[in-house]
């Protein structure tokens, strides 16, 4: 099994749908992060988690909410998805600043 | 706040030749560096980190980089591509101090050609 497990691997969605990625780890890593990937664009933070009761916003928060159910487990939901949300979402876990990240294979969601 | 900047959104070279992948960073103190490869239809996997010890940093598939302060540069390089290196090529930036979360350069697209 890997080590960080994103689910569902693919989605296609219709405006204005709630919906939930999920991401579990088994790395026993305290930290964890959603990421998005969109094309010429990079990575940019969501939100990430430092430990079970620690949630932080990052720069592209909007319209995006996280829940941290446990050590393991991450999950990024899209209240009202828009199709401006179309991406690739990656959760990456790590256990310190400086030791770099462990990501998931990713989630691809189409917002139509 | 960091900014990271990869030359080139995409370089293409040919199988044998030097490997060289631009990153520049931004910061008044020495920060954490890392490369990191995403072939196609995977996650993002860490090649190597610079993390204050030796400036010439060794990573896996023979790929190394080395961390050049007055240059604020962190380059990536290979001696010689292999076809299996074509994959997108993202440069990490850290502060040492604060948040710690790392900021993504927007990626190179190496190409390698037979």
């Known amino acids: 099994d890997a080590d960080v497990t994103q689910t569902p691997r693919n989605r296609i969605t219709k405006t204005g749908k709630r919906i939930m990625l999920e991401c579990s780890q088994t790395k026993g890593h305290d930290r964890m992060y959603w990421y998005r990937q969109d094309p010429g664009l990079g990575l940019r933070l969501i939100y990430y988690?430092?430990?079970?009761?620690?949630?932080n916003k990052g720069e592209i928060s909007d319209g995006y909410s996280v829940s941290r159910q446990a050590q393991a487990k991450f999950s990024l939901s899209l209240e009202s998805a828009i199709p401006n949300q179309t991406a690739l979402y990656f959760c990456?876990?790590?256990?310190?600043?400086?030791?770099?990240?462990?990501f998931g294979s990713g989630t691809r969601l189409t917002v139509v | 706040a960091q900014s990271v900047t990869q030359l080139g959104s995409h370089v293409s070279v040919s199988e044998g030749a030097l490997v060289l992948l631009r990153c520049n960073y931004s910061s008044s103190v020495p920060p954490y560096l890392f490369w990191y490869v995403q072939y196609p239809n995977q996650g993002l996997q860490l090649l190597l980190k610079?993390?204050?010890?030796?400036?010439l940093v060794k990573g896996i598939n023979g790929f190394e980089a080395e961390f050049k302060k007055s240059e604020t540069s962190f380059h990536l390089t290979k001696p010689s591509a292999h076809m299996s290196d074509a994959a997108e090529y993202f440069c990490a930036v850290s502060d040492q101090g604060g948040s710690y979360i790392p900021t993504f350069g927007r990626g190179t697209s190496l190409i390698v050609h037979p």
């Open positions: 610079y993390t204050s010890a030796a400036t």
């Open positions: 988690s430092f430990d079970v009761k620690d949630i």
């Open positions: 990456a876990t790590s256990p310190t600043d400086f030791y770099g990240y462990t």
